[in-house]
């Protein structure tokens, strides 16, 4: 019984945090737009004056968008060569 408590309890603060974390991606992604419709573009330089949280996190979420596409031309590649199904 307290294995199923606190295993509740942990899941309601992991459910917590990950609501947290996807506020937080929504309300910058926000400014993102924001600065597309001021610029015209997304290429947010890394130190931008304005809000320098924002060119750290684009680039960020554009080295995960590479690190996925890569995984999942090895994955593909693998399953291609049955390697994996």
């Known amino acids: 019984m307290e294995l199923e408590l606190a295993h509740c ?9 990950e609501l947290e ?7 910058m992604f926000q400014n993102l737009l ?12 890394q130190s931008y004056a304005k809000f320098q949280q924002l060119g750290s996190w684009v680039n ?4 995960e ?4 596409q890569k995984w999942e031309r ?12």
Do not use: N
């Open 9 to 17: 309890k942990s899941q309601v603060v992991w459910d917590a945090l």
């Open 21 to 27: 974390l996807e506020a937080a991606w929504e309300d």
């Open 34 to 45: 924001l600065y597309q419709y001021g610029h015209g573009d997304t290429l947010v330089p």
């Open 60 to 63: 960020s979420q554009r080295k």
């Open 65 to 68: 968008y590479r690190r996925k």
């Open 74 to 85: 090895v994955l593909a590649h693998r399953r291609a060569h049955g390697e994996i199904e």
